[in-house]
């Protein structure tokens, strides 16, 4: 009788375990149970927010949420590993991508001295056909050319005189893929590298009589179509400088100016500032640099932030030697002019002198001194007589100009019409598009200490991330992004070696997604640059272009313990990693994921020792 039961019941476990076991398979083949689970994400990934549209099948690499003030998911990751050769690479398990070098400055170029780099961030250096990158000798080699495939030097341009100051840009149309575009003094032009010939564009001397020299000054670009430009036109050199003459923007298809910022301009839109150069021409405040957006819809020209006040003066009091003093307060600034009517007087002598013996100082007409400690402003004035009004002095930087369109970086339409203030400072600065594919002007607002994404047609303005949390010591470049990698900018650090061990963001490269902080927008660590930076060495600053496609990133860096030169480093990107970072897109076949299988055999594993294993027990 018992064995009869122990039989009955080992029929009854084998027909229950027969029947769960297919209906477990119809519900996971009916997709009720996920199949792109992943039970053991690498380290380095962080998934910390459960209103996330990352999908779970672009794991393996480095992406995170951002509060502000809480950096527990972003560790600091101290640069590694050893320098690789010319087109070698090496996986970085912190970030999950291939770190390569394409350029060796002693066996690239003969004599080089100082490295190849990129010129700088905020354009691509990659020409429209893919097929090859444009980088500079940061000695005295001028723009060379090389092929993408294998990292070979294709060609050092020498069929004129290139610098940075010429500023190099490919054709972006897609037309004329061996084709750039320089500036030379006054004239615009082009070359075809292969054919190693040049031809004049446009001489803008002859729309602009007395013209010294174009340029955006190093850091704009054109339009994403090679279309329209934007330049600043500077009177010629006066012995001291090049006066700025007009901001213009230029339609290359038509081969005309379509719009004017002169002196005239400027003061119609409120400029406190005009005056003359040595020369008699007509001039204004310049800019940092000027810039046409992606798009061309906007030109943008980066004044620097006007503040501080200036005063009118008619209280005076004699003291000797014809000398007069008044009181001032500066709120412990210099002084940045004084002024007799339309006469500029000149600051003399140190940061220290004895009051009592001024006049051993001030011994030519229309100079001037300021005595911060007494808050006392010294002037030996061009004519007496002039004293009772017409004199001002002022601190700060254009202080008339406050919450006017030159205060702080503008984007202007094209004839120079509906100005809308894209930034507080003439700080670094970049492009993006947002989810929405609406262009934004991303910058570092050094009054509340956040990069933040303005819309450059309706002013709106988010705060991105916090730089305190970056980490006070790194210093950034932004890329210029496009449509293929919309809702993201990318970001390159440069660090302090004082600061180097303070936060993450020392030496990174980064993309920020286009969110504001309250949204927690995420960011993607990329790599370590990799460089040596020390502060006043420009080509040290990691500048780090995106390609055209969104797919490769370049920057500069001085390997640490290296033979401190600067090279080139690149890594890849996932394909459509910005749709499927979006949620636009998913893989059909992500490689990141262990086969289902793998989860299968686990839940079966523990059916088995939880519930099975103990019935055939029961039942023996």
Not at 192 to 214: A, E, K, Y
Not at 307 to 325: M, R
Not at 355 to 378: C, H, M, Q, V
Not at 417 to 436: F, I, M, N, R
């Amino acid at each position: 009788m018992i064995n009869k039961a122990k039989n009955n019941f080992r029929t009854f476990l084998i027909v229950l375990i027969g029947s769960s076991s297919i209906l477990f398979i119809l519900i996971f083949a009916l997709g009720i149970f996920p199949t792109n689970l992943r039970l053991n994400l690498p380290a380095q990934v962080v998934l910390t927010s459960a209103t996330s549209t990352l999908p779970n099948n672009f794991g393996g690499y480095n992406i995170v949420y951002y509060t502000k003030g809480n950096l527990s998911n972003l560790p600091l990751i101290p640069q590694s590993g050893s320098r690789p050769a010319k087109n070698g690479c090496y996986f970085d398990q912190n970030y999950g991508l291939n770190v390569c070098r394409t350029t060796d400055s002693l066996l690239d170029i003969s004599g080089e001295t100082s490295g190849i780099r990129p010129i700088y961030s905020r354009w691509t250096i990659d020409n429209s056909d893919g097929k090859y990158y444009l980088v500079i000798s940061s000695g005295d080699h001028g723009h060379l050319i090389y092929s993408r495939s294998d990292n070979s030097l294709r060609k050092r341009i020498t069929e004129f005189t290139n610098r940075e100051g010429n500023e190099l840009r490919w054709d972006y149309s897609g037309q004329y893929p061996n084709r750039l575009y320089y500036v030379s003094g006054c004239t615009f032009n082009q070359y075809d590298f292969v054919s190693g010939q040049t031809q004049l564009i446009r001489d803008f001397s002859l729309d602009f009589p007395g013209c010294g020299r174009i340029l955006n000054d190093v850091e704009g670009d054109s339009s994403a179509g090679s279309r329209y430009w934007t330049w600043m036109m500077q009177w010629a050199y006066d012995g001291q400088n090049y006066n700025l003459g007009a901001i213009f923007t230029y339609d290359k298809q038509e081969n005309k100016i379509l719009g004017k910022l002169d002196q005239t301009k400027y003061l119609e839109l409120g400029g406190k500032y005009p005056y003359l150069d040595k020369f008699g021409n007509k001039s204004f405040p310049k800019p940092n640099m000027v810039d046409m957006s992606p798009s061309g819809k906007k030109a943008v020209a980066l004044f620097g932030r006007s503040w501080g006040a200036s005063t009118s003066v008619t209280n005076w009091t004699a003291s000797s030697s014809g000398i007069y003093w008044t009181s001032v307060n500066t709120n412990g600034n210099s002084l940045a002019s004084v002024k007799e009517n339309e006469n500029d007087y000149v600051y003399e002598g140190g940061s220290s002198w004895d009051s009592s013996a001024i006049n051993s100082y001030l011994t030519k007409p229309g100079t001037y001194f300021f005595d911060r400690s007494l808050n006392r402003l010294y002037i030996l004035p061009l004519s007496e007589n002039t004293l009772i009004s017409g004199a001002t002095w002022s601190y700060g930087s254009r202080p008339l100009d406050a919450a006017g369109y030159f205060d702080g970086p503008h984007a202007f339409d094209k004839d120079f019409s509906l100005p809308v203030k894209v930034c507080v400072d003439e700080t670094h600065s970049g492009w993006a598009y947002d989810y929405q594919g609406n262009e934004v002007y991303v910058c570092q607002d050094n009054r509340t200490d956040y990069l933040t994404a303005t819309n450059i047609e309706t002013g709106t303005k988010i705060n991105l991330i916090y730089h305190g949390d970056l980490g006070w010591g790194n210093g950034m470049h932004f890329s210029r992004g496009t449509l293929t990698s919309k809702g993201w900018v990318l970001v390159s650090t440069y660090t302090d070696p004082s600061m180097r061990l303070d936060k993450w963001g020392a030496d990174q490269l980064f993309f920020l997604e286009i969110k504001d902080v309250s949204e927690h927008p995420r960011i993607w660590r990329l790599a370590s640059t990799h460089n040596n930076y020390e502060p006043g060495l420009y080509e040290r600053e990691a500048f780090a272009p995106i390609s055209t496609d969104g797919k490769t990133v370049w920057w500069s860096g001085v390997w640490p313990n290296s033979n401190n030169l600067v090279e080139t480093y690149k890594i890849d990107l996932p394909d459509s990693w910005s749709s499927i970072l979006s949620g636009e897109f998913v893989p059909e076949t992500p490689t990141d994921l262990e086969p289902p299988q793998i989860w299968l055999d686990s839940i079966i594993s523990q059916i088995k020792n939880i519930f099975i294993q103990p019935l055939f027990t029961l039942a023996y």
